[in-house]
């Protein structure tokens, strides 16, 4: 069975099917919509201010790096959310942890687009 035969594109597109699936429950959530809508007004600021493709892709990069991480931190948070709603100090940990990689990835932007611009 080939990768690239019948089979294979059929799986591609399931798996095309669930990252969908996965960009419409992260766009509920209001957290990755605030994200989105930072990402459409940093977009065109970086097209405009970046010199050059190397520094626009570090701006936008920098953003989309905040994105990925919040759907990884959303996943961590429905993950603890299935074992149930009673307190654990593990679970509390865990989405702290996501919270923190997202606090993180949102410095980094704000790093990059301060040496990228300031120089």
Same mark, same amino acid.
């Given at each position: 069975? &080939?990768?690239?035969?019948?089979?294979?594109?059929?799986? =591609? #597109?399931? $798996?095309? /099917?669930?990252?969908? !699936? /996965?960009?419409?429950?992260? %766009?509920?959530?209001?957290?990755?919509?605030?994200?989105? $809508?930072? =990402?459409? *007004? =940093?977009?065109?600021?970086?097209? @405009? #201010?970046?010199?050059?493709?190397?520094?626009?892709?570090?701006?936008?990069?920098?953003?989309?790096?905040?994105?990925?991480?919040? %759907?990884?931190?959303?996943?961590?948070?429905?993950?603890?959310?299935?074992?149930?709603?009673?307190?654990?100090?593990?679970? /509390?940990?865990?989405?702290?942890?996501? &919270?923190?990689? *997202?606090?993180? !990835?949102?410095?980094?932007?704000?790093?990059? @687009?301060? =040496? *990228? #611009? #300031?120089?």
């Amino acid at each position: 069975m &080939s990768d690239w035969g019948p089979e294979g594109l059929a799986k =591609l #597109l399931r $798996a095309g /099917g669930y990252s969908l !699936a /996965g960009l419409r429950a992260a %766009l509920a959530e209001r957290a990755f919509r605030q994200e989105i $809508a930072a =990402l459409a *007004v =940093l977009v065109p600021l970086a097209l @405009w #201010l970046g010199e050059g493709g190397m520094e626009r892709a570090l701006l936008i990069g920098a953003w989309v790096l905040v994105l990925v991480v919040e %759907l990884v931190n959303s996943a961590v948070e429905a993950v603890v959310d299935r074992f149930g709603p009673e307190r654990h100090p593990l679970a /509390g940990r865990a989405k702290d942890l996501g &919270s923190a990689a *997202v606090l993180v !990835a949102i410095l980094n932007a704000a790093l990059v @687009w301060a =040496l *990228v #611009l #300031l120089g």
